[in-house]
């Protein structure tokens, strides 16, 4: 994978443990770290529907844990969990420039792999789930519009299941971070299969930012 010019944010709170294996100040720290760093405004300059590979985090409205439960380390999903998972695997069918690959539903948010590898007439088209228009300015078959898309259907099928039409589901925004080659593509990979058996020490988890805050 050819490096592509990553971009500097505000960082990931370091609080996780890595159990797999690498300690602080060695080379996989280093590389699960950097991969960890999120981002709230985007490259200057960089095509968001150019091919690439993006690390990203979308995060519940208030950190609510309305999509499952850690149990003995693993995560069970539920009902509006269910829905996510559903969602997120569909957005790879409607859109055929866009792979998924390993991804993790928390109680309160997602974290995901994905890939654009736009054809050459990628700059005219709809956003997949919906025609292009003015009320959808966002640039065509791009990382923002495959988020917004997932999100809005996300969105609506949770509150029709739960009966409360115009609720927030999801934060605005979202974290993502270019991932630069395979050595930053294995620790991501790594991070998100480990994600919740390191739940207890998430800066996500809402009872760590609670013990943060005193």
């Known amino acids: 994978m050819r490096p592509i010019a990553s971009r500097r944010r505000h960082a990931w709170r370091d609080t996780k443990p ?23 405004i985007r490259l200057a300059g960089h095509d968001y529907r150019s091919p690439a590979t993006y690390f990203i985090t979308l995060i519940a409205y208030q950190r609510a ?19 996510v998972r559903e969602e997120w695997l569909r957005s790879a069918t409607l859109r055929r420039e866009v792979s998924l690959d390993a991804f993790q539903i928390m109680p309160n948010h997602l974290h995901g792999i994905v890939t654009f590898r736009p054809s050459p007439d990628h700059r005219v088209g709809a956003h997949g789930r919906k025609p292009l228009s003015a009320q959808h300015p966002r640039a065509p078959r791009s990382l923002g519009s495959f988020v917004a898309g997932f999100k809005s259907a996300a969105t609506l099928r949770i509150n029709e299941a739960r009966n409360m039409p115009g609720t927030p589901v999801w934060q605005r925004n979202y974290h993502e971070r270019i991932v630069r080659n395979a050595r930053e593509l294995h620790a991501a990979r790594r991070y998100i299969i480990d994600n919740p058996r390191n739940w207890a020490t998430d800066a996500e988890n809402p009872g760590v930012a609670s013990q943060h805050r005193r």
Do not use: P, W
């Open 18 to 40: 890595l159990d797999n294996g690498c300690s602080r100040g060695s080379r996989r720290y280093r590389t699960m770290r950097a991969v960890r760093r999120r981002h709230s």
């Open 65 to 83: 844990e309305i999509f499952g439960e850690i149990v003995d380390g693993k995560m069970r999903l539920s009902q509006l969990g269910e829905i």
